[in-house]
Structure formats: structure tokens, C-alpha cells
């Protein structure tokens, strides 16, 4: 499996992983009709940042010291053909979310809601960018 | 727009691959700055690469293109 591959994968898992846990605080709490202190929002929001990152970091250095020649290896052309295709498809995606996301603001949506609206959007983009980098390297560019 | 022939890129770099006293994937994907991963997937026909690197390619086994690449309709 190429490195950028394995880098994809954690990518996808450690951010369904964090985000998942992010967003299901962020879904009970608009069931519940609440909308948290700031600060609580604030804190959770770092600490999946802080998470995903460490998350990813770890996983990353793990993977590199099992292959240290692919991963020092630069990107070739399939590796550039595979990242141009993944964000050609992800881009897209987002900006239909975001404009989604904007048009609930004419049916009552909270700036709670809404940030939590493009926080979702991206996350969502960023697992379909990945998403689209595994297929690529599956079916072979 | 007209549908285009079928058709595929079939290639002979393992064959190739044998003739040089078995070089490796990865020894090819050094000489023409690729990956193993990548050379094995222009390999098994899942990757048709660039021109210029196909022609990288036929020039580390010394042969025209059309030794080392043909289309299969």
C-alpha cells in the first residue's frame, strides 16, 4: 500500500473518530434544546482539534518508521494525478454543504447551528478528499 | 462526443523486468522516479502512466515504446 495511501486512511479514520465524538456532544445538545456556554463549545472544539492532530501525528510516525523509504519517497505522478482528482471531487462538496449550511439561516437556524453547520461541512469534505485519495489509490490512479 | 474504441494499455515490464536479471520494482521506480506502488500498478495494468514516463521507462530497458507498451483493442 503506497504511504500517501496509509496517510489517507488515517485521515479518514482518525477524523470519523474525533469528529463522530464532536459532533454527537454537538447533536445531543441541539436535541436537548440547549446551546452550551461558550466556553464548554470552545473546549470540546479544541480538544478534538488537539486529538485529531496528536491522533494523526502519532499514527503518521508509526507508518514511516515501518517504511522509511516510502515514506521519504517525493510524490510521482500518480501520487499528484490521485491528490488533483481527490480535491477536484472534495471542493465541490464543500461548497454545496456551505451553501446548505447558509440557507438554514432563513429557517431559524442558531449561530450555534451554524457553526457547527460548516464545522460539519468540512469535516465531511476533508473524509470524501481522503475518501476519494483511497478509491484513487485502490483502482490504481 | 463519440463514444471512444474500447480498448486498454497492456504493457510487457515484467517480462522486461526478467530479461535484467530480475530487476526490481523498486530499482525501475528509482531509475525513472516513481514508486514501487506506482511501477506496480502500471505493471498490472491499473495505472497507464504519462508519456514522458513511459518512455523513461523504455529507455532504462534500452527498447522503443512499442516494446514495452501496446494498446489492446
Redesign the interface.
Known sequence: MPFKEKIAWISVVTTAIVWGGYFTFAFRTMMTGGVPHPSIYMAAFTAALILQALLAAAATIVVAILAPKDANAPADERDREVARRSYAIAYPVLISLIVCVTVTVYFGATPWDLVNGMMAAIVIADIVHYGAQIVGYRRGA | MAKPLPGRVVNQIRLLRFMANEMTQAELGERI??????VA?IE???????LE?AFRIAQVFGKPLDEVFQWEG
Open positions: 522516479g516513481m514508486t514501487r506502488q506506482t500498478a498490472a495494468g491499473k495505472y497507464s502512466p504519462t514516463a
